[in-house]
């Protein structure tokens, strides 16, 4: 996978977890202690993420890490796929979830 793809992938399950709360931006920003300027970057997918913020999110979110990498089966978050349906293969965003899991 490319970086920017895993940066999408990210952006797009904390948003959705946030939004399934009905978390503003500022709030999770506050409860992760990083500015919303910089939360807004991680669901856009156009900044990176350390490992300890990575792990800040889920715990904020009460979300697995794996969970933030896992991708609904047929999205495609590749820069020139946008949002559009596509097939994925579930085994390696699996695999990607675990081994970050595992790197914490």
């Given at each position: 996978l490319r970086d920017d793809t895993i940066k999408r992938r990210l952006g797009y399950n904390v948003t959705l977890h946030r939004q399934?709360?009905?978390?503003?931006?500022?709030?999770?920003?506050?409860?992760?202690q990083i500015s919303p300027t910089f939360l807004l970057h991680i669901e856009r997918g156009t900044r990176g993420?350390?490992?300890?913020?990575?792990?800040?999110l889920a715990h904020a979110l009460e979300v697995d890490v794996s969970?933030?990498?896992t991708m609904p089966i047929g999205l495609d978050l590749?820069?020139?796929?946008?949002?559009?349906?596509?097939?994925?293969?579930?085994?390696?965003?699996?695999?990607?979830?675990k081994a970050i899991t595992e790197v914490l």
């Open positions: 399934r709360r009905g978390w503003t931006q500022a709030y999770l920003a506050e409860e992760v993420v350390s490992l300890e913020t990575i792990e800040a969970e933030l990498f590749t820069p020139a796929g946008g949002h559009r349906l596509n097939c994925f293969e579930k085994d390696l965003l699996e695999h990607v979830g």
